[in-house]
Nanobody, 128 residues
Framework: QVQLEETGGGLVQAGGSLRLSCAAS????????MGWFRQAPGKERVFVAA????????YYGGFVKGRFAISRDSAENTVYLQMNSLKPEDTAVYYC?????????????????????WGQGTQVTVSS
């Protein structure tokens, strides 16, 4: 059974940084991709970033603009999202997800429907 546990959320002032972690278990992830999405109250879930477990390809949502960086630690089966220069509009619940089918187009990484497993989410709140 695949389990994803997100940690690292919290309250931070605008301009600050947070690093989210997603510990994954229950599957061999070497051929998968891992993604981060976020969802603010009353809004749709939005793509933030993704990385192929091989580590050679990364994808980012347009609003990231160099502020966030996704990485993974294969030995720890953990994916990270380093978030810098945080803004109040970054406030949301952040979810980690696993994409097992990498056979489609790169555009598939940007939509939630392409991901098979999801964590419970971690709250990020950025105060102004």
């Amino acid at each position: 059974q695949v389990q994803l546990e997100e940690t690292g959320g919290g309250l931070v002032q605008a301009g600050g940084s947070l690093r989210l972690s997603c510990a994954a278990s229950g599957r061999t992830f070497s051929t998968d991709a891992m993604g981060w999405f976020r969802q603010a109250p009353g809004k749709e879930r939005v793509f933030v970033a993704a990385i192929k477990w091989s580590g050679y390809s990364t994808y980012y949502g347009g609003f990231v603009k160099g502020r966030f960086a996704i990485s993974r630690d294969s030995a720890e089966n953990t994916v990270y999202l380093q978030m810098n220069s945080l803004k109040p509009e970054d406030t949301a619940v952040y979810y980690c997800a696993v994409k097992t089918d990498l056979g489609g187009n790169d555009s598939d990484y940007y939509t939630a429907v392409g991901y098979d497993y999801w964590g419970q989410g971690t709250q990020v709140t950025v105060s102004s």
